[in-house]
């Protein structure tokens, strides 16, 4: 049985309807309920529903044969797996924000407010800058308003939410779309399959 983890909402949804029309579908999706996992024996497929940000973890550990997150998921967990294709939709950028006021200081740390740790580590690494991370879950746009951080490193979709806010992008730095992602032993005992589900959503996506 091939196992594919989706994440939960808007990108799951338009992924199965991706893998419907490749002919990939799971009659117990239908009636989905608050069941987790779906199985159709007939068809052989098995369907995990999942956070967005797990979806990664559940691909690398074997639970899932293959699945579909975020390259934003992919750069943060540093996850462990075949990347096989860019879907090209779920299209957003990671991005440095401030405040539209805001005036770089460069004789101290800079303090950036964000969830995307390993991220925002990395890309100030490149520039040597020295940093000081503010892990934040929710409501991230806050913390320039009220002064705990100079810049946020968030996920940049229309920016709506940063106008209201009186934030500004100071810095695009990474495309960010939905990947399929495999895991690496199933690829070697399923690869026949496997490369059948990508090949096939290639076509129908017109990837």
């Known amino acids: 049985m091939l196992t594919i983890a989706l994440p939960k909402g808007r990108l799951g949804d338009r ?6 029309k490749a002919g990939y579908a799971c009659s117990a999706m239908e009636d989905i309920g608050r ?10 497929l098995r369907f995990l529903l999942v956070k967005p940000v797990d979806v990664a973890v559940y691909v690398e550990k074997g639970a899932a044969d293959l699945g579909v997150a975020g390259k934003d998921i992919l750069m943060e967990k540093e996850a462990d797996v ?10 957003c950028h990671m991005a440095v924000a401030a405040r ?4 770089e200081d460069f ?55 940063l106008k209201e806010n009186h934030l500004t992008v100071i810095d695009r730095f990474m495309s960010i779309s939905a990947r399929v992602i495999v895991n690496k032993a199933s690829y070697r ?3 026949d399959r496997i490369d059948e589900v990508v090949n096939r959503l290639k076509e129908i996506g017109n990837i």
């Not at 539209?100 to 005036?103: F, G, K, S, T």
């Open 15 to 20: 992924v199965y309807e991706l893998l419907k």
């Open 189 to 191: 005992f399923k690869q």
């Open 35 to 44: 069941k987790l996992i779906l199985e159709d024996e007939q068809a052989n």
């Open 107 to 161: 004789s101290r740390k800079l303090r950036v407010a964000t969830k995307f740790e390993n991220i925002a580590r990395k890309h100030y690494a490149k520039q040597g800058r020295d940093i000081e991370l503010i892990h934040l879950n929710g409501s991230i746009e806050l913390a320039p308003v009220l002064g705990l951080s100079d810049v946020i490193v968030d996920i940049v979709e229309t920016g709506t939410t």
């Open 82 to 91: 075949y990347e096989m294709l860019n879907l090209g939709f779920g299209r």
């Open 100 to 103: 539209e006021d805001y005036q």
